[in-house]
C-alpha cells in the first residue's frame, strides 16, 4: 500500500468496510508509518467532536408558526383552484388569449393576401393547359417570333460564344513607359 | 385545518403503540389518504433531525427554523409526489437538502453585507477570551463553534455529504439517494471532506 492508496481507504476503513485482505494490508501500512497513524487518530478524534456537538433543536413557537403558515398555504392553494378556471379562456389568461387572438388574425390576413396574389385578374388560380406527355421535338425546334418578341430585339446573344474574342486595342503612342521618358 | 389540527393535537403525541407500530412510510400512506394526525407525527419525528441538519448547512438559527417549516410545508402541500420506492427520510431529506442549498446561493450573491451580521459571524471565529478553559461549556461551544466554521469552509457537495453521514448519521445508500449520485462518488467525498476537515481542526484535541 502506498500513501495514496492510504489516504483513499481511511473512512472506508473507519467506516468498517474494507475486506479482510485490504484491511490487514491498511492495518500494516499505520504500523510502519507513525504519521499515517497520527493521521488517521486526528480524523477519527474529529468525527469523535463532530457527533459529541450538541443537537439544534427547534424553538417552543416552531409548530404553532407551522401550523398557521399550512393553515395560509392551504387557503392559497383553495383560492386558486376555485378563481383559475373563472380567469382563462380556453385555458389561456386574458392577456395571452388576446396575444393568441391577434396572431391568428394576422396569420390569416397574410396567408389569404399572399395566396390572393398568386391568382390572375380573373380571381381564378392559373390553369395549365398542356399535357405533361407531350415532349417538345428537340431536333428541330420551331421558334415562333410573333409570340417571342424578347428572341428578336435581343442585340446580344448570349449563346453566341464567338462574339467573346478579344479585340486588340492600339495604345501605340497612347502608353509611355517610366524608362523613356528619363 | 385548523378543526382537524388543533392547537393542542400536536402536543399529544400517538399512544406508545401507534408510535412503536407505525413507520414513517405508513404514517405517509396514512397522510397521503387524508389523516392529518399523521401529519403531525411525522412532523413530531423530524422537526428536530431536520433544523439540525439545516442549521449545520445554513448556519443561522432563523433562516434554519425557516427552512426547516418550509421542508414541513412541503410536505404538506406535496404529500402526493411522495412514492414508496423510496424510504420517507430520504425523500424528505432532499427536500431539506434542496431548499438549504438554493438559500445557501442566494446568500452567496447578496452582494451588500448587513454590517450587524458581519460582526457576529466574526464572534464566530473569535478565540475565547483569556479566562482558563476550566469551564466545559465554555470549551464545548468553542469546539462546536470551531466544527461548525470548519463545515461552513467546505465546497457545497462536500460539506452536504458530511453533514449527511457525521452529524446526521445516514448510510452511504440513503445519502447516494439524496445527494443523487452514485456510491462510490459518496465515499469519495466523504474521505475528502474528512482529510480536509482534519486540516482545518488540526489543533482541535
Redesign the interface.
Known amino acids: 500500500m502506498d500513501r495514496y492508496k492510504f ?2 481507504s ?3 476503513y473507519i ?1 468498517n ?1 474494507l475486506n479482510l485482505t485490504d484491511r490487514q494490508e491498511f492495518e500494516d501500512y499505520i504500523d510502519e508509518n507513525s504519521d499515517a497513524k497520527s ?1 488517521l487518530d ?2 477519527q ?3 469523535r ?11 417552543s413557537t ?6 398557521h ?3 395560509f ?2 387557503d392559497r ?1 383553495s383560492t386558486k383552484v376555485v378563481h383559475s378556471p373563472s380567469n382563462t379562456v380556453f385555458g389561456f389568461t386574458p392577456l395571452y388569449a388576446s396575444i393568441m387572438s391577434v396572431l391568428i388574425v394576422s396569420f390569416i390576413t397574410v396567408g389569404y393576401t399572399l395566396w390572393y396574389d398568386n391568382m390572375d385578374n380573373s380571381g381564378q388560380p392559373p390553369n395549365f393547359n398542356g399535357s405533361i406527355a407531350e415532349t417538345p421535338n428537340l431536333d428541330s425546334p420551331v421558334i415562333d417570333i410573333d409570340r417571342n418578341q424578347t428572341f428578336v430585339t435581343s442585340a446580344i446573344d448570349s449563346a453566341d460564344t464567338t462574339s467573346n474574342k478579344r479585340t486588340k486595342i492600339n495604345l501605340d503612342g497612347k502608353v509611355n513607359f517610366v524608362k523613356k521618358q528619363r | ?2 378543526n382537524q ?1 388543533s ?1 393542542n393535537s ?1 402536543t399529544q403525541p400517538l399512544t406508545m403503540d401507534k408510535q412503536l407500530v407505525y413507520t414513517d412510510e405508513d404514517l405517509i400512506e396514512r397522510f397521503q389518504k387524508g389523516d392529518e394526525q399523521a401529519y403531525i407525527e411525522l ?1 413530531n419525528r423530524y ?2 433531525r431536520l ?2 441538519f439545516v ?2 448547512f445554513v448556519n443561522d ?1 432563523e433562516q ?2 425557516d427552512i ?2 418550509e421542508t ?2 412541503k410536505l ?2 406535496h404529500k402526493h409526489y411522495y412514492k414508496k420506492i423510496a424510504k420517507f427520510s430520504t425523500w424528505i431529506y432532499t427536500i431539506a437538502a434542496n431548499l438549504a442549498k438554493s438559500e445557501l446561493r442566494k446568500k452567496k450573491t447578496r452582494k451588500v453585507t448587513n454590517l450587524s451580521q458581519m460582526s457576529t459571524q466574526e464572534k464566530e471565529y473569535e478565540l475565547p477570551a483569556d479566562q482558563p478553559d476550566t469551564d466545559q461549556a465554555i470549551e ?1 461551544e468553542f ?2 463553534k470551531r ?2 466554521a470548519a463545515i461552513q469552509k467546505l465546497p457545497l457537495h462536500f460539506k452536504t455529504v458530511t453533514i449527511l453521514r ?2 446526521q ?1 445516514l448510510s ?1 445508500e440513503e445519502i447516494s439517494k439524496i445527494v443523487d449520485v452514485p456510491l462510490g462518488t459518496v ?2 467525498r ?2 475528502r471532506a ?2 480536509q ?2 486540516k482545518e ?2 489543533d ?2
Open positions: 489516504e483513499d481511511i473512512s472506508a467506516d468496510k493521521l486526528e480524523i478524534n474529529n468525527m467532536l463532530i457527533k459529541e456537538i450538541p443537537k439544534v433543536k427547534t424553538s416552531f409548530m404553532t408558526e407551522l401550523l403558515r399550512v393553515e398555504e392551504k392553494l | 385545518m385548523m389540527l392547537q400536536y412532523v422537526r428536530d433544523m439540525n442549521y449545520r438559527y434554519s427554523e426547516a417549516q414541513l410545508i404538506y402541500t464545548s469546539i462546536e466544527i461548525q457525521d452529524i448519521e452511504y465515499k469519495s466523504i474521505n474528512r482529510l476537515l482534519q481542526l488540526k482541535l484535541r
